[in-house]
């Protein structure tokens, strides 16, 4: 049905098509790619490079939360595998000669020291600090003689595993400080085997039945500030396409400004075969503060760079700790304490050498012994040598005159006397 009047359609034209819109020239995509190019480098060095670093309160935050979150599971497993594995009790052979003592307990030693753990007060240990300084002072005096420590940090640091691309590494500075560490509120908590606490069981209760067990931890806080600096420089070599493409000089500055944290040392007690070894560790509450200060280039050079200083700082908390941060400890044999005469001093038998005479001290008298030792060598030598010459000097001159004819005179005459010998 049709509608009346309404204009016929209009039939649309085969001729008309879409026109597409005009794209860039070669000239404008190439701008705008280099424009593209130059945006994100810029981008890069401002934010990547040249970034504020976060604030040193948030960054050591962070870090002990990672720590403790560790801690925690690694608890959690040793807990889950016990609880799996019962222990069985080792059945060990008794000697029919000695007496046998009663078993010694962690308990008893506590009891027998008249030590309580639940209410004794934490200890100064201000006699501690004073040792721990004279060592210290006395390790700084002997890196100084020789160059000793230089020696031994510029072959560690430059061993067989250095990679390619970095050159020789050079020790520019080494400051050992001036103050020293401060050992305060220790105290004394028995641990199992593997470390864990006994203070308080597993349900929540005083684990006095588990005591009997374990070993007896000291716990104490630890303090230093100071300006503890190790300075190196080297060059990043680029070898790809071809070796020594470029060379860029890196100067790199590592400082220790403060240290905190707690310390814990516990005895493990040894065996027929293996040594008692004295084990120490750190808590995951512990706070490192740094500084680094880099110097990257020859001519056109980047002073510290924030971003150097990071992966710098986060490489050094990863190797501490992966060495003696909780649950990981490190562990010293501990020579036997027998009494010995070998070991004896004092009384009628003279040392070998006085108490007080470092080993700087020592190599150097021995150095001047072997000195003097080869200068009187040298002056027997001589004097010797002259010895013989006047002795064939003489024994020529007489030989000489007795061919002339001369009287031949003993040493010791008197001038113009002749001896006649019948």
């Known amino acids: 049905m049709s509608t009346i009047g309404a204009p016929p359609p209009k039939a649309e034209s085969s001729s008309t098509k879409l026109i597409p819109p005009a794209s860039l020239s070669f000239t404008q ?248 070894t004295l084990a120490f560790s750190f808590l995951d509450d512990y706070r490192l503060d740094l500084s680094i200060r880099s110097l990257v280039g020859s001519r056109s050079r980047l002073q510290d760079v924030p971003k150097i200083a990071q992966l710098v700082e986060a490489r050094l908390h990863t190797w501490f700790d992966d060495r003696c941060v909780e649950p990981r400890f490190q562990q010293i044999e501990l020579p036997s304490l027998w009494p010995r005469k070998k070991n004896t001093r004092g009384g009628d038998d003279a040392p070998s050498e006085p108490a007080s005479m470092s080993r700087a001290k020592g190599k150097e008298m021995e150095r001047d012994i072997r000195e003097e030792a080869r200068r009187e060598v040298e002056a027997e030598a001589e004097a010797r040598a002259l010895s013989e010459v006047d002795r064939v000097e003489q024994e020529g001159l007489r030989w000489r005159r007795r061919a002339r004819g001369e009287d031949y005179a003993m040493p010791g005459s008197m001038p113009g006397l002749n001896m006649i010998i019948t």
Not at 215 to 224: G, P, V, Y
Not at 232 to 239: F, G, I
Request: aromatic share 6%; hydrophobic share 40%; proline share 7%.
């Open 29 to 276: 995509g190439l701008l705008l790619g280099q424009l593209s190019i130059v945006v994100l480098i810029g981008a890069f060095i401002k934010f990547f490079i040249f970034g504020d670093p976060p604030s040193p309160d948030v960054t050591a935050a962070l870090r002990a939360t990672e720590r403790r979150s560790r801690t925690l599971a690694h608890k959690r497993s040793l807990l889950t595998l016990r609880s799996s594995t019962p222990r069985q009790p080792l059945n060990k052979k008794r000697s029919s000669v000695l007496r046998v003592p009663p078993p010694l307990t962690t308990t008893t030693i506590l009891s027998k020291t008249y030590y309580n753990v639940d209410s004794h007060q934490p200890e100064s240990l201000d006699w501690f600090n004073v040792l721990i300084a004279q060592t210290i002072a006395q390790f700084r005096s002997d890196a100084q003689h020789d160059d000793a420590i230089l020696t031994s940090l510029t072959k560690a640091l430059n061993g067989t595993s250095r990679p390619d691309f970095l050159d020789e590494i050079k020790v520019t500075e080494i400051s050992l400080g001036e103050d020293f560490p401060i050992f305060s509120n220790c105290r004394v908590i028995p641990v199992d085997e593997d470390g864990l606490s006994l203070a308080t069981g597993r349900d929540g209760e005083r684990g006095t039945a588990g005591r009997d067990h374990g070993r007896l931890q000291a716990r104490m806080d630890i303090d230093l500030s100071d300006f503890i600096t190790l300075a190196l420089e080297t060059k990043l070599l680029l070898n790809y396409p071809k070796p020594l493409v470029a060379v860029l000089p890196v100067a790199l500055a590592v400082s220790v400004v403060r240290f905190s944290g707690t310390l814990s040392i516990s005895f493990v007690p040894g065996s027929p075969t293996n040594a008692t």
